[in-house]
T-cell receptor, first 115, second 117 residues
Framework: AQTVTQSQPEMSVQEAETVTLSCTYD???????LFWYKQPPSRQMILVIRQEAYKQQNATENRFSVNFQKAAKSFSLKISDSQLGDAAMYFCAYRSVLGDDKIIFGKGTRLHILP | DAGVIQSPRHEVTEMGQEVTLRCKPISGHNSLFWYRQTMMRGLELLIY????????DSGMPEDRFSAKMPNASFSTLKIQPSEPRDSAVYFC???????????????FGDGTRLSIL
């Protein structure tokens, strides 16, 4: 069974600085999808970025980018120029290409932005 | 385009009462998921439906919990009788699988905050 591990329960970063959130996963599959979701205090679950495992190029969405290391089964999220609105819980998630539609979520990392 | 719609947004009720949470998925989405989120246990998948059929209910905590999806545009999660330990935020999410590939993310509703006194 697949698992997703986020080893940092909480992190803090100074406003305008860069922060990296770690995520590792375990799978025997060769093709899959990875996601980062953001949950601000409003509790909405918002998709931040997605990565297809067959793509070598790291996904980027404005200030958000990932470092996808397939061999190491690592999928970290980098937030550049951190803003106060980035304060949230961040969840890393895994989804198989085939099979059922379940997404496996990590336990989350709570990110604090220091003004 | 409307997102996933959940109701009510907040529910406060006394122990022993029946609670019904409702969800309307995004039109055209054929998979629907119910999650429970607590500080202690994080985000837990309770049950998921594909084409209105329950596929995996292994996360449903006990017989007091039941879920239905009578049609493609509506699902309910029912707790009867409710207990204080059921207090949590309950999320509904939906997704689609265009062309058979699952690169589409799940889209979440705003959640229902349930408090059982």
């Amino acid at each position: 069974a697949q698992t997703v591990t986020q080893s940092q329960p909480e992190m803090s970063v100074q406003e305008a600085e860069t922060v990296t959130l770690s995520c590792t996963y375990d799978t025997s599959e060769s093709d899959y999808y990875l996601f980062w979701y953001k949950q601000p205090p409003s509790r909405q679950m918002i998709l931040v970025i997605r990565q297809e495992a067959y793509k070598q190029q790291n996904a980027t969405e404005n200030r958000f980018s990932v470092n996808f290391q397939k061999a190491a089964k690592s999928f970290s999220l980098k937030i550049s120029d951190s803003q106060l609105g980035d304060a949230a819980m961040y969840f890393c998630a895994y989804r198989s290409v085939l099979g059922d539609d379940k997404i496996i979520f990590g336990k989350g990392t709570r990110l604090h932005i220091l003004p | 385009d409307a997102g996933v719609i959940q109701s009510p947004r907040h529910e406060v009720t006394e122990m022993g009462q029946e609670v019904t949470l409702r969800c309307k998925p995004i039109s055209g989405h054929n998979s629907l998921f119910w999650y429970r989120q607590t500080m202690m246990r994080g985000l837990e998948l309770l049950i998921y439906f594909n084409n209105n059929v329950p596929i995996d209910d292994s996360g449903m905590p006990e017989d007091r919990f039941s879920a239905k999806m009578p049609n493609a545009s509506f699902s309910t999660l029912k707790i009867q009788p409710s207990e204080p330990r059921d207090s949590a935020v309950y999320f509904c999410a939906s997704s689609s699988r265009p062309g058979g590939y699952s690169n589409q993310p799940q889209h979440f509703g705003d959640g229902t905050r349930l408090s059982i006194l």
